[in-house]
């Protein structure tokens, strides 16, 4: 395949956050592995008793936290419809010398699927 056959996946930038509860799950145990650029896992919470709309963010089979509720409601429902390959969410930065709360800052990108 020519190069100029390949389709270079255009981005579109959505939000970008800290992720909310790092300091609870297991995104302590996981740090030392996450790297800027490492590639997470949105995965719905349909059932969370705290909010309704939850998103879990993965490294991995570690949960490291959630999407804060002002950035997840729309979210929520575009993975609720199984629009799951859409989002690339990455790290940008990681500040070890903060309260957990605000170590890990990720990017949610939405994909072009053409």
Known sequence: MRS???????????????????????GCEAFDQLK?????????????????YAVAIYYNDY?????????????SKYLDMGLHDIYEVRITRLTPDVQPEQQVEVIVNILNQK
């Open 4 to 26: 100029k056959d390949i389709k270079p996946v255009k981005k579109v930038h959505l939000t970008n956050f800290h992720i909310a509860g790092f300091g609870y799950w297991e």
């Open 63 to 75: 949960k490291l936290g959630f999407i804060p509720r002002a950035h997840n409601h729309d979210i």
């Open 36 to 52: 800027i650029g490492t590639k997470l896992e949105l995965v719905r919470e349909e059932d969370n008793a705290f909010d309704p």
